[in-house]
């Protein structure tokens, strides 16, 4: 192996690697909800001038804001005062404000949706289930009438039938702060999936929950499928969904990579920013054990602005830019870090002042390889798979797989003058986060 300096860096030829997946075609959330609520209003008691919370997270899910009118409306021509009420754990700094901004930055305001946003940090305690005390926010417990939207996909941090989606919201969302980090802390000596799922299953029992609003996303992130239930249907139809949104989980198509370079990572992308489930790392104490793939070394380049500085989730790599690390707003990752109980996810990796430095610098920490058999891959983020690049090494053992195509034309990662990396990719995302409430 040659080590590689920062005028002399070789790199091996890489190809452009198309995945083909059997996607669900987008839906009209209107027209979805519209079709949903016909059956679903003769089974429901909407309270008549009551005052109805909907539930909404911190993740910038597709067409949510035409999904929050819609149900807004719906339970308006009911007779109720429907109002939005935050529904993020820890998130926008644990303030009641700074959740508020972070609803806005998602587009759900008063004029987007039609009803008005109330928040607070503030809980009730309800009691408590195997030992578990039950948290809920004030507002949504002291409303005549509570609704769930979210979407449904696979958790970062643990497997079981329901995942990410309106269990989940129950426990985490609507404790706000103190039920996120109470449950995150017994998360290092008990099962996170029986913690989530018995919470929010008792709190469903407990509380006004109405009904709930279950979205699921295609490979694309289009809506591709729109399900509500009644309180008590939740988990049955989270479950179903739960299997179809892990059918459209995209993924590496390879098993072991020398060097995986990440342009950006983020909140929109995943909750730990760079999402454990594509790349198989979780350094979170209580994290789902991934045996695939086995990545040795990840270099993420840049953080996205929707993150607002949240870089939780950067402990997974093991360099990065001075880029990225001045975007960091520590304050806020270290919020979301501390309630999370994953002081780990906060590390910052090395740090170089340029992309050029920082692959150099990885490279001399690899096996000793050659350029032919370098197995090195670069993507958008964990969440855009559908393009990638890379290197020839990798080509065996992508050969003969029916659900992608290489490109005919040799590639090669090329730099502008300040050292940073030309991708091929084009600019950040601008579509929906597919986080969790970390």
């Known amino acids: 192996m040659r080590f590689l300096n920062r005028s002399g860096l070789e790199l091996p030829k890489m190809k452009m690697i198309r995945q083909h997946t059997s996607r669900q075609p987008a839906v009209d959330v209107v027209k979805e909800i519209n079709r949903g609520w016909a059956d679903l209003k003769k089974r429901i008691e909407i309270p008549s001038k009551g005052r109805v919370a909907i539930a909404v997270g911190s993740r910038g899910i597709s067409n949510l804001v035409e999904v929050v009118r819609a149900i807004v409306v719906k339970c ?3 007779g109720s005062e429907p109002f939005v009420v935050p529904a993020m754990g820890s998130h926008g700094g644990a303030t009641a404000e700074g959740q508020i901004s972070v609803l806005a930055a998602r587009g759900i305001t008063e004029e987007s949706v039609g009803a008005p946003i109330r928040a607070t940090m503030e809980v009730t305690t309800l009691g408590e289930i ?20 979210n979407r449904i996909k696979p958790h970062t941090n643990f497997v079981g039938p329901t995942e990410s989606g309106l269990i989940k919201m129950m426990a985490i969302g609507l404790g706000s702060h103190i039920g996120a980090q109470h449950y995150h802390r017994l998360s290092m000596v008990r099962d996170q999936y029986k913690i989530i799922s018995s919470v929010g299953r008792e709190l469903l029992n407990r509380s006004r929950v109405l009904f709930g609003v279950g979205l699921v996303e295609n490979q694309k992130h289009e809506t591709a499928i729109v ?41 929109e992308i995943s909750g730990e920013g760079i999402d454990p489930n594509v790349v198989g790392r979780d350094v979170c104490a209580y994290g789902a054990k991934r045996p695939w793939p086995k990545i040795t070394r990840i270099f993420v ?21 001075q880029r990225l690390v001045d975007k960091i707003n520590f ?39 050659t350029l032919e058999d370098l197995r090195l891959v670069h993507i958008k983020n964990t969440l855009e798979l559908t393009s990638l690049t890379a290197s020839k090494g990798c080509l065996s053992h992508l050969q003969g797989k029916s659900a992608l195509s290489i490109g005919d034309e040799d590639l090669q990662l090329e730099f502008d003058p300040l050292g940073n990396l030309i991708s091929p990719f084009g600019s950040p995302i601008e579509i929906a986060e597919c986080g969790e409430d970390f």
Request: aromatic share 4%.
């Open 301 to 321: 380049r840049d953080l996205t602005e929707i993150s607002e500085g949240s870089a939780v989730g950067i402990g997974q790599a093991d360099f990065t830019t």
């Open 130 to 149: 195997d030992g578990l005390p039950l948290f809920m926010n004030r507002l949504a417990h002291e409303a005549d009438g509570i609704v769930l939207i």
């Open 227 to 267: 399900k509500m239930g009644r309180a008590e249907e939740i988990e049955s139809m989270e479950t179903k969904l739960l299997k179809k949104a892990r059918a459209n989980l995209a993924t590496l198509p390879l098993k072991d990579i020398d060097l995986l370079i990440i342009d950006e990572m983020g909140k």
């Open 76 to 78: 308006r021509e009911a």
């Open 331 to 369: 304050p806020v990752t270290s919020i979301n870090c501390l309630t999370s109980c994953a002081p780990e996810a906060g590390k910052v990796p090395l740090t170089y002042p340029d992309d050029r430095e920082a692959i150099a610098a990885a490279l001399a920490t690899l096996r000793p390889y």
